[in-house]
Nanobody, 123 residues
Framework: VQVVESGGGLVQPGGSLRLSCVAS????????IGWFRQAPGKEREAVSS????????YYTDSVKDRFTISRGSARNTVSLQMTNLKPEDTGVYYC?????????????????RGQGTQVTVSS
């Protein structure tokens, strides 16, 4: 299983970015895909997760109404649409996969994780 993130970059406050996570060789219907982030000097934070089989999702309070997690149109892809980005959203964003429904699992509990993609929100 490989988990690969893409879509990070530099964006101004108020802007948008769409992150993608491709998890190969698994059936996403039975796996939880989670997004985590870590800013310099801060602890890693769970951002959002999705269990596709029943469409259940989780968002941390600071991103509710700004971020949307969803299955992508491409096979085995999960997207994280981020809008109204703030400087405090800056960090390395990691995607991870865990078999079964575990929307609130910590990153270390996941079975597979990617290398991360940098998101920088700055003017």
């Amino acid at each position: 299983v490989q988990v690969v993130e893409s879509g990070g970059g530099l964006v101004q406050p108020g802007g948008s970015l769409r992150l993608s996570c491709v998890a190969s060789n698994i059936n996403l219907d039975y796996w939880t895909i989670g997004w985590f982030r870590q800013a310099p000097g801060k602890e890693r934070e769970a951002v959002s997760s999705i269990f596709s089989r029943d469409g259940s999702t989780y968002y941390t309070d600071s991103v509710k109404d700004r971020f949307t997690i969803s299955r992508g149109s491409a096979r085995n892809t999960v997207s994280l649409q981020m809008t109204n980005l703030k400087p405090e959203d800056t960090g390395v964003y990691y995607c991870a996969a865990k078999f079964g429904q575990h929307l609130r699992a910590s990153l270390y509990e996941y079975d597979y994780r990617g290398q991360g993609t940098q998101v920088t929100v700055s003017s």
